[in-house]
C-alpha cells in the first residue's frame, strides 16, 4: 500500500509539469518517425563506454574509487576484459588509472578495432603506447577458436597475480562467448552447439549462461577465484533484465555453485537432454564429485577480494531516452526495463496499450485493462507498472496531453523455425506493425533496436514501423506472414520502401539490451 501511494503521490507531481506544453515543441522535428530515431539514438549515447566507465571509476592521486570504496594504487593495476563495449571501456578506464596500469588483455569482437576506426569513433580506441593486449574473436557472437586463445591467455595472466596486486576486471554484453573455457573434456565446437541449439529452441539468456556456466572453467566464479589472492575489481555493462551479477557474461567474477537439478531441468524444458555429446554428459553428471567440472569452494574472505560494481543498463538508457524526449516535446512513459518472453506476446502488449492510450472514450477500456494486466506478466512486466503506466495514459487521454513516448528495454526471444534473416529486433517491429494495423488504424510509430547495433547476424539494429506499413507491403507486393513464418525479417524490410524503415547506427561500441521506443499521437476527441 505504501508504495501505491508514493506512485500515487510522484504522478500528481509530475503530470501538471506537462499538460498544455507537449504540442509546442513537438512540431521541431518532421515526423514521428525521426523522433523514434532521435530518442534511440540518445539511448544508446547515454550507455557509451567511456561516459559509464568515467561515472563508475574515478581516481584521486594515488587512490582509485569504485562504489563507495577505495584502492591503493602502487604500480600494481592490471586488467582484463571481455565484451562488446570492453575496447572503449578499456581506453577510458587506461586514461584514468595512467601509469599504474602494469598490463592488460581484453577478448573484444572479431573485426572491432577497425570498424571504429573507420566510424571515426578513435575515443574507443587504445593509444599507440598502451599496455592493453587486444585480442578479437567471437565471430557472429559466437564462441571460436581466437576467443578460446583469448581466454586462455587471460586465465594465464590473473593466475600470476598476489595479494599485493589489484585486477580490474571489464564486463559488457557479449562477454559469455568472448570468454569460452570448457570443462575438459568438452570441445568448443560441442559446447558451442549446446548453446545454439538452446538459443535456437527459444532458450532465455538466463537459461543460456546458466548452462554455459557449468560447461565452463572461468565463469561462475572461476575468473576470480584464478586470481585469488588478488584484489578483483568488476565494471559491468549489464546485458540482462534485472542486472544478476552471477548471470552478466556468466558472472566470471561472482561464486555460484553449480546446481545439476536446475541444470538438467532446462536441458529437458527444450528437448536436449538425451542427444547431448557424451562429453557434455559426462562433465554434468560428475558435478557434485571432485573434479575439474566443480571449483573448490571459495576461501572465507574470498568475498572481501572481490568488489562488483555495475555501471550501465538498460534502465540508465531508457532515463536518457525520456530526457531526449521531453528536449523534443513528448511525454515520457517508462513501462519497464524488462520485457522478456515471446515476441508474439510482446507485439500483442504493445498493440493493446497503443489501443488504450489512443482511444477516444471509455466504452472499451475495461475490456483492454483485463488483457493488458493479464498479457503484461507473461512478458515480464510487472502488474504495478502495467497500472501505473494505464493512468498515466489514461490521465494523458482525458486532459488532453499531447504525444506520448512510451518506452521499455529488455530481450524478448523468436522461436526460430525458418531459414531467413533478421533478430527479435525487426520481427517484434514488424509484429506490432500488425498490431497498429488491425481494426482501427493506431497512428503510432514503434521502434525497436539493439543497443549494440546489431540485430541478430544482420547489419541493422532493429527497425521502425507503423500502421501504414501492412498496406505499404501489398502495395509492393511483399507477403508479411510468408517472412514472419521464414523469420526473414531483415529480407523484409530491406525491400520494403528500398530499406528504409530499417534502423541502422552501425556497431554502436556498447550493449544493454534492447530499447522499445512507441509514440502516440493525442487520442482524438470522444464524439
Not at 593466475?159 to 559488457?172: A, K
Not at 570468454?179 to 560441442?190: D, N
Not at 567440472?293 to 550501465?312: M, T
Given at each position: 500500500m505504501a508504495g501505491v501511494l508514493t506512485l500515487s503521490r510522484c504522478v500528481l507531481l509530475w503530470r501538471p509539469l506537462w499538460k498544455g506544453r507537449a504540442l509546442t515543441s513537438v512540431r521541431s522535428m518532421v515526423s514521428l518517425e525521426d523522433r523514434a530515431r532521435a530518442v534511440f539514438a540518445a539511448a544508446v549515447e547515454g550507455v557509451q563506454p567511456d561516459s559509464v566507465v568515467r561515472r563508475g571509476l574515478q581516481r584521486e592521486g594515488s587512490e582509485l574509487l569504485v562504489g563507495g570504496r577505495s584502492f591503493k594504487l602502487k604500480n600494481n593495476l592490471h586488467m582484463v576484459g571481455f565484451g562488446k563495449a570492453v575496447l572503449g571501456m578499456a581506453a577510458e578506464a587506461e586514461r584514468i588509472v595512467g601509469d599504474h596500469l602494469v598490463q592488460g588483455v581484453i577478448s573484444v569482437p572479431h573485426g572491432i578495432q577497425?570498424?571504429?576506426?573507420?566510424?571515426?569513433?578513435?575515443?574507443?580506441?587504445?593509444?599507440?603506447?598502451?599496455?592493453?593486449?587486444?585480442?578479437?574473436?567471437?565471430?557472429?557472437?559466437?564462441?571460436?577458436?581466437?576467443?578460446?586463445?583469448?581466454?586462455?591467455?587471460?586465465?594465464?595472466?590473473?593466475?600470476?597475480?598476489?595479494?599485493?596486486?589489484?585486477?580490474?576486471?571489464?564486463?559488457?554484453?557479449?562477454?559469455?562467448?568472448?570468454?569460452?573455457?570448457?570443462?575438459?573434456?568438452?570441445?568448443?565446437?560441442?559446447?558451442?552447439d549446446v548453446t545454439r541449439r538452446l538459443a535456437a529452441a527459444g532458450a532465455t539468456i538466463q537459461e543460456l549462461n546458466t548452462v554455459r556456466r557449468s560447461l565452463s572453467l572461468l565463469k561462475g566464479g572461476g575468473l576470480a577465484q584464478c586470481a585469488y589472492p588478488a584484489q578483483v575489481v568488476a565494471l559491468i555493462l549489464s546485458d540482462i533484465i534485472g542486472d544478476p551479477l552471477d548471470l552478466i557474461a556468466s558472472g566470471p567474477t561472482v561464486w555460484s555453485k553449480v546446481q545439476p537439478a536446475e541444470v538438467w531441468a532446462i536441458l529437458e524444458r527444450y528437448d536436449l537432454a538425451t542427444s547431448l555429446p557424451s562429453s557434455v554428459k559426462?562433465?554434468?553428471?560428475?558435478?557434485?564429485?571432485?573434479?575439474?567440472?566443480?571449483?573448490?569452494?571459495?576461501?572465507?574472505?574470498?568475498?572481501?577480494?572481490?568488489?562488483?560494481?555495475?555501471?550501465?543498463?538498460?534502465?540508465?538508457?531508457?532515463?536518457?531516452?525520456?530526457?531526449?524526449?521531453?528536449?523534443?516535446?513528448?511525454?515520457?512513459?517508462?513501462?519497464?526495463?524488462?520485457?522478456?518472453?515471446?515476441?508474439?506476446?510482446?507485439?500483442?502488449?504493445?498493440?493493446?496499450?497503443?489501443r488504450y492510450a489512443c482511444s477516444p472514450g471509455k466504452d472499451s477500456l475495461s475490456e483492454l485493462d483485463e488483457q493488458i494486466l493479464q498479457l503484461g506478466p507473461k512478458v515480464g512486466v510487472e502488474t504495478w507498472d502495467l497500472c501505473r503506466t494505464m493512468k498515466i495514459l489514461g490521465d494523458g487521454r482525458e486532459e488532453g496531453w499531447g504525444a506520448t513516448c512510451l518506452l521499455a528495454g529488455g530481450e524478448p526471444t523468436v522461436h526460430l523455425k525458418g531459414k531467413g534473416s533478421g533478430g527479435r529486433n525487426q520481427e517484434l517491429a514488424l509484429r506490432v506493425a500488425l498490431e497498429l494495423s488491425g481494426g482501427d488504424k493506431i497512428p503510432a510509430v514503434f521502434l525497436s533496436g539493439g543497443t549494440d547495433g546489431q540485430d541478430g547476424p544482420t547489419e541493422a539494429a532493429g527497425a521502425v514501423t507503423d500502421a501504414e506499413l501492412e498496406a505499404d507491403a501489398k502495395n509492393q507486393g511483399l507477403d508479411i506472414d510468408g517472412f514472419l513464418r521464414n523469420n526473414d525479417s531483415f529480407t523484409f524490410f530491406s525491400h520494403l520502401s528500398e530499406g528504409r524503415r530499417l534502423l541502422l547506427p552501425g556497431l554502436t561500441g556498447t550493449n544493454v539490451m534492447d530499447v522499445h521506443i512507441m509514440l502516440l499521437p493525442p487520442p482524438p476527441p470522444a464524439e
Open positions: 577497425e570498424t571504429l576506426q573507420h566510424h571515426g569513433k578513435l575515443n574507443m580506441l587504445l593509444g599507440s603506447s598502451s599496455r592493453i593486449k587486444v585480442m578479437e574473436g567471437a565471430k557472429h557472437n559466437l564462441p571460436d577458436s581466437d576467443a578460446q586463445r583469448a581466454a586462455e591467455t587471460i586465465k594465464e595472466l590473473v593466475s600470476g597475480l598476489t595479494e599485493r596486486d589489484l585486477l580490474l576486471v571489464l564486463i559488457s554484453g557479449g562477454g559469455s562467448a568472448l570468454l569460452p573455457a570448457p570443462v575438459s573434456p568438452i570441445t568448443l565446437q560441442e559446447k558451442q559426462e562433465v554434468l553428471n560428475k558435478i557434485g564429485v571432485h573434479s575439474e567440472a566443480e571449483p573448490k569452494e571459495p576461501p572465507q574472505d574470498f568475498g572481501d577480494c572481490v568488489l562488483n560494481s555495475v555501471i550501465g543498463s538498460n534502465t540508465i538508457a531508457l532515463e536518457c531516452a525520456g530526457r531526449k524526449a521531453r528536449e523534443l516535446g513528448l511525454r515520457p512513459v517508462v513501462l519497464s526495463p524488462g520485457v522478456c518472453g515471446d515476441v508474439r506476446s510482446v507485439a500483442r502488449l504493445y498493440g493493446l496499450l497503443s
